[in-house]
């Protein structure tokens, strides 16, 4: 009985031990920071804003299967795709072979609400403007970290969405506002405005004001890109710059046949 009894110690010490040793296991690879496995399957998709990303699922040194997501350029790196000079892209051939992959490299969306993304407003103004602008969570609450409200950040967005822009544009047309200074921006019709109520009027006025502000957003009314630069009556799409901040060309085209008036409150 005895000598079952120190078998059985044995069996159940070693039992432990093995947790013990397969917990320290998952500890490390979890504080690596590293993912490492063998790849199943690469395949391309496209993120938020429409930009190819590289899609890796992988069995991992655990046995469970994970999916990484990279930008083309970090796959090119690791070997996994060539990028062609056309800019399309080629999976290698290399299913099969052991990977290690920092998770400094690994893709995350600026269209998905961060983590903390508790601000409601913020984040709705990121699910609105973050696919037309590339604007995430983050950048709209520094805005408003800089003390700008989140209509006025609303109505920026808008107008750099109306202008064919992106998230520095909005950035500039916010710091712009706060100096009071809009000598940078030429408007469409050669103007420089002096002040905001002339930029909105000038750039928003194709748009339905009703659908271009906060509160459309917050609700739900607003569409995006509703008039963009490249729905713009007239405009030509073809590469005319007439919108300008800092030097920058912002592909703003030509805008024809403004002042529409179709009894909106323009």
Not at 39 to 59: A, C, F, K, Q, R
Not at 108 to 114: F, G, M, N, W
Not at 172 to 183: C, E, R, Y
Request: glycine share 14%; net charge negative.
């Amino acid at each position: 009985m005895l000598k079952n009894k120190t078998i059985l110690g044995l069996l159940l010490a070693l039992v432990i031990i093995g947790i013990q040793v397969t917990s320290a296991q998952a500890a490390s690879f979890n504080q690596t920071g590293t993912v490492i496995g063998t790849i199943n399957s690469i395949s391309t998709s496209t993120d938020s804003t429409g930009n190819t990303i590289v899609v890796v699922t992988l069995t991992d040194t655990l046995g469970a299967t994970q999916t990484v997501n990279l930008s083309v350029d970090n796959a090119v790196a690791l070997g996994l795709v060539t990028k062609n000079a056309d800019g399309s892209v080629t999976v290698n051939d290399v299913v099969g072979q052991s990977i290690s992959i920092d998770q400094s490299l690994v893709f995350t969306d600026p269209c998905k609400s961060s983590e903390g993304a508790d601000q409601l407003v913020g984040k709705a103004l990121t699910d609105f403007f973050c696919g037309s602008l590339g604007v995430d969570y983050r950048t709209i609450q520094d805005f408003h970290a800089n003390g700008f409200g989140y209509g006025e950040i609303a109505q920026a967005c808008f107008m750099a969405q109306a202008l064919g822009g992106d998230a520095a544009l909005c950035e500039s047309i916010l710091n712009d506002k706060k100096m009071g200074d809009f000598s940078s921006l030429v408007l469409p019709n050669g103007d420089t405005p002096t002040n905001w109520g002339q930029l909105k009027k000038e750039v928003l006025r194709q748009e339905i004001k009703s659908l271009t502000n906060l509160g459309a957003i917050v609700s739900g009314r607003a569409v995006n890109n509703i008039n963009s630069a490249n729905n713009h009556s007239g405009n030509s799409t073809g590469g005319n710059t007439d919108i300008g901040i800092g030097g920058n060309d912002h592909g703003h085209g030509n805008g024809n046949g403004h002042g529409h008036g179709q009894g909106k409150g323009h």
